[in-house]
């Protein structure tokens, strides 16, 4: 069992500066011509649009670029523009206030309306693409991105390469929002479908998970740092937890979580690409397709829960009616689009073990949920008490294990936690926390996830997108476990849990029986 830290005794939070800037490697993206599918859609207004207008601030877009926005809605350029304008003012969180800055950004916008599953709209779309690569001087270079219902990707996707928009006289790639598929076989049908148009090379399915600084680090900070990737397995890892837990409820999406829930939602893509990301082996350079090979090795190796474990190593449930940050909030139940016998789950829960050399043994730990008290994502990975201790006779209690926490939302950074003698005359220990903070360190807002992945996406460098041989695998691990949920639910409630709490009580079964417990929310 893990100990508690003893309460009477204060953290000590110790900050440290970083290093000079050394020389970096920098991004180029390509000239190139960015179409989105969805154009009027949430993700592009809040999301997209901002995204891009941050690069082209930063001077991080190419010279050369222009933007094809499309959907249903009818409008012509100069309708879509103001809409563009609109989202700026809503969502841009560094807008300098030079209009002639914005204005620059905002004519680089162009728009074509059109309903998705008619040929005759991919016609108007291959002539209008081929006037603004000529005007803009692209090369024929273009990314697709749908932005759309994921119900719309088959057709596009179809209609695309019906139309000869599959290739070009530059590159041709496609960005494929989550999720992908809503299980094993739709997922392989929908892989079959791409690959039918589109090369592995050209398609970039998109996890906004991959693009946030801490992500990215945690290779680094495993490979770049020689006091831990000696540390940094079954001997000295107890255990690793791994939680995004969401202070939000369903919000306007009922409509897609009816059919998802969480397990779907968060756990097939975000949460074992980050399991993959803490787990994986070196791979022997830092190339995209090479880290993606590691990857897929993690997912070989995680053992899978057999249909009668399912009780033993997972847990679900759905937020009740309760109160959060001082407010009552309604149950799942309750929300509109959502069905008032809903048997949905809005948490769940995983125990997980990875059958190689560097993992056996290891649990992981893994949840994720809806209206739970802290917003909160991020991997801590608990190591091992020390095999003998001297202190014994002195402390009252044990003491709380060495923990390595990678922040990932909200305050982006790493922590660790070790003992030290309190001050003065008595003989006690005290936790103390080293704590390194993106924003203070290095004195500059971390960028929005989109915003390093759509510049990914036109440089061409696929690293932080999931390869399709790791979705179809991150699937079938699930399927099980959805499977069983499934049938259970004929005949068996989900359990629910207060909103504003840390989840149900099933979830903590999976740690108690090891003798160990969830960190708090």
Known sequence: MNPKQNSDIPSVVVSGGVTPQQECKELVPEAGGLVIFGAAGDLTRRKLIPALFHLFQGGLLPDRWYVVGSSRNEMDDGAFRESVNASLDAFSKNDSGDPSLRDRFVNRFHYLPGDFEEAGFY?????????????????????????????????????????????????????????????????????????SVFKEEQVYRIDHYLGKETVQNTLFFRFANAIFEPIWNRRYIDHVQITAAETLGVERRAGYYEGAGALRDMFQNHLLQLLSLVTMEPPSRFEADLIRDEKVKVLRSVRPILPQEIDRFSARGQYGPGVLEGE?????RSEPGVASDSKTETFAALQLYIDNWRWQGVPFYLRSGK?????????????????????????????????????????????????????????????????????????????????????????????LFGRGDWVALSWSLLMPILDAWNEKSASTPVPDYPAGSRGPKEADGLMERDGRHWRPL
């Not at 009552?328 to 799942?332: D, K, L, R, S, T």
């Not at 003998?388 to 006779?393: C, D, E, I, N, T």
């Not at 003992?419 to 290095?442: E, I, R, S, W």
């Open 123 to 195: 016609s108007h779309l291959r002539e209008r693409l081929i006037r603004l690569d000529q005007e803009h001087e692209t090369g024929g270079n273009r990314l697709f991105y749908l932005a759309t219902p994921p119900g719309l990707y088959s057709g596009i996707i179809g209609q695309l390469g019906a139309a000869g928009l599959n290739r070009s006289a530059g590159w041709t790639r496609i960005v494929i929002e989550k999720p992908f598929g809503k299980d094993l076989a739709s997922a392989q049908a929908l892989s079959l479908e791409v690959r």
């Open 371 to 463: 209206r739970l008290a802290k917003r909160m994502t991020e991997i801590a990975i608990e190591f091992k008490q020390v095999p003998h201790l001297l202190f014994k006779p002195l402390l009252s209690d044990g003491i709380q294990s060495n923990t390595l926490v990678l922040r990932v939302q909200p305050g982006e950074g790493i922590s660790l936690a070790f003992q030290a003698k309190h001050p003065g005359p008595k003989l006690c220990l005290g936790c103390v926390t080293m704590d390194f903070n993106y924003d203070g360190a290095f004195q500059i807002p971390s960028p929005e996830a989109y915003e390093r992945l759509l510049l990914d996406c036109l440089a061409g460098d696929p690293m």
């Open 328 to 332: 009552p909030v309604a149950g799942y």
